[in-house]
């Protein structure tokens, strides 16, 4: 009995070293559907995946500020000229998030002197592109952050636009 599990033993092995010894296993090839193989006798459009090489790897982001950066620089407080022309392109984009940065760092004076009447003027561009709670941030600061004298020429512009 212990013989012929011996055998057995030496026989799946020699069928194993034979295995690996034939090499990898080959690239699976394409048929059609009648069963012809096709890619081996006539390569066309359809064989063009398997010869070809794959395709170039998308390019790497750019270098430099993103949006994103300058937002992280705006909550540092540490907001570069770079940055405020960075936001000053979004903005001509008609960002959203771009033009509320930007009334923010306005009326907190972050890249600049404090101006609450440009933060007015741009919490009202960014409610009505649709950025949530602009609409009431714009009230806050004609309340509570313009002066007597900056509300009425807030209210001179509003009434010749």
């Not at 011996?6 to 296993?25: D, E, Q």
Request: aromatic fraction near 6%; proline fraction near 10%; include cysteine.
């Amino acid at each position: 009995m212990a013989a012929m599990h011996f055998r057995a033993l030496l026989l799946s092995l020699a069928l194993g070293l034979s295995l690996v010894a034939a090499g990898p296993p080959a690239r699976a090839q394409f048929y059609d559907l009648d069963g012809v193989y096709h890619c081996l006798t006539k390569t066309d459009a359809s064989c063009k995946g398997e010869t070809d090489a794959p395709p170039p790897p998308p390019p790497p982001p750019p270098a430099g500020p993103t949006l994103d950066s300058v937002f992280g620089d705006i909550r540092a407080q540490q907001v570069s000229d770079k940055d405020m022309q960075l936001l000053q392109g979004f903005i001509a984009k008609k960002d959203p998030r771009a033009v509320e940065a930007l009334a923010w760092c306005k009326l907190n004076g972050l890249g600049g002197p404090s101006d609450p009447v440009a933060a007015y003027f741009l919490y009202g561009e960014a409610a009505q592109l649709g950025v949530p709670n602009a609409q009431a941030n714009q009230i806050a600061i004609f309340e509570t952050r313009l002066t007597q004298q900056q509300r009425q020429d807030v209210l001179m512009k509003l009434q010749t636009n």
